[in-house]
């Protein structure tokens, strides 16, 4: 099984693709919540970590496109909303 080493609080740990959605999931769900520039930029940074490390290959396929597909779904769906 692949899987995806992320540093956190000085350690790293390995996520299952699986994994990987499911924390992926969480940031868009959070994201609205954050009302401060920095909070949201980390939000950004770590989507865009997630995606280039399945952009190399190296891993499982699927889980860029399916993390691009949530993104645009969760997209389409905040532009739906009124304002």
Wanted: a positive charge; charged letters at 25%; zero cysteines.
């Amino acid at each position: 099984m692949n899987s995806t080493r992320v540093h956190i609080n000085s350690q790293n740990v390995d996520l299952s693709p699986s994994q990987v959605l499911d924390v992926f999931e969480l940031l868009i769900q959070t994201y609205p919540r954050y009302a401060d520039s920095a909070s949201r930029k980390a939000v950004q940074v770590v989507v865009m970590k997630l995606m280039q490390r399945y952009e190399t290959g190296e891993h499982e396929l699927g889980v860029a496109e399916q993390i691009l597909d949530r993104l645009s779904n969760e997209v389409s769906r905040i532009a739906k909303r009124p304002k």
